[in-house]
């Protein structure tokens, strides 16, 4: 008669106990939907990759090409050169020209940035920086020459995938000319020769963490390497990557790639990493001071491999 009169078991036990799954997690709170926005008003995005149709050209610019489409929180983006595997070196300096040619038909919008000093100028004159690369791999011909031809046309990062002699060569050669490292697609042996080789930050302009054992992780962690990783329309599973690269490389190696829906921006994102318990440094780290902090660290190895090559 006692175990009668026990109070029965909550209602949460017993779904649980039924294999039940638990409820989703609630949505963020108004003020953390607020934080979200006044963070990125003052951390504009770096996004990893920007991807321009295939077929711009520039003799032949559509209206629908002006701007690109992007989201009203980026500050800068790659504009990734990659083409078809057949078009080489040709289809790549097309591409930049067709860049460029966009650029100076939006100057109240956009301004193309070689460095960090001139990415701060374009975001304190209210436009987006943009940045050329990454190029893809073949398109350097296995020639240090055309990569030292792209650093000059202000190339900022080339796509590694894979790891032979003239690859470590390369990776040398980037590192003397301030020129990132991007691992995006490279595989774990290609990941770990390289940065047993640069002395500079890598980065992952295009990163999926799960294809990434938690090894190669952690050795991206400890080069500094920054994982710009993309956001799908489910804020929640970006979120899940990223707090998987912050646990295992740290949160000064994370960023974004870009947004799938530009009209819906990062603040939904932003959101539901602040109700994970994501401080402001953390965030601002995101958006674009870790980014940053890659593309100025090789530009400092760069300056400091000059003098000491000068007489």
């Known amino acids: 008669m006692a175990d009668l009169l026990d109070d029965p078991p909550a209602l949460s036990a017993t779904c649980s106990a039924a294999g039940e799954r638990d409820a989703p997690a609630p949505p963020p709170a108004p003020d953390e939907w607020e934080g979200a926005r006044a963070l990125l008003a003052a951390h504009p995005v770096v996004e990893g990759r920007a991807a321009l149709s295939e077929e711009l050209d520039a003799d032949e610019l559509a209206p629908e090409d002006l701007p690109p489409v992007r989201t009203a929180e980026a500050g800068a983006q790659f504009w990734s050169l990659h083409g078809d595997a057949e078009d080489g070196v040709v289809g790549t300096l097309r591409r930049i020209d067709a860049i460029r040619a966009v650029v100076a038909a939006c100057p109240e919008e956009l301004r193309l940035a070689h460095s960090t000093a001139e990415m701060a100028d374009a975001r304190n004159c209210g436009r987006v920086a943009a940045l050329l690369g990454p190029v893809s791999w073949g398109a350097l011909g296995g ?111 994370v960023g974004l790639s870009g947004a799938a829906d530009p009209t819906a921006g990062y603040a939904p994102l932003f959101a539901e990493l602040l109700r994970r318990g994501w401080d402001a440094d953390d965030l601002a780290g995101l958006a674009h001071v870790n980014a940053t902090r890659a593309l100025r660290e090789a530009e400092f190895l760069s300056r400091a491999a000059r003098l000491r090559r000068s007489p």
């Open 143 to 253: 020639s240090l020459a055309i990569l030292r031809s792209y650093q000059v046309l202000g190339v900022r990062a080339v796509n590694l995938t894979r790891f032979d002699r003239f690859a470590r060569e390369a990776v040398r050669e980037m590192n003397r000319l301030g020129v990132l490292v991007d691992l995006s697609g490279a595989d774990l042996d290609t990941v770990c020769q390289t940065l047993a080789v640069s002395k500079a930050p890598a980065v992952l302009t295009r990163a999926d963490p799960e294809t990434l054992p938690d090894d190669a992780l952690r050795l991206l962690g400890r080069n500094g390497a920054v994982c710009m990783v993309p956001v799908a329309d489910d804020p929640a599973v970006a979120a899940d990557a990223l707090d998987r690269v912050h646990a295992l490389a740290g949160p000064l190696c």
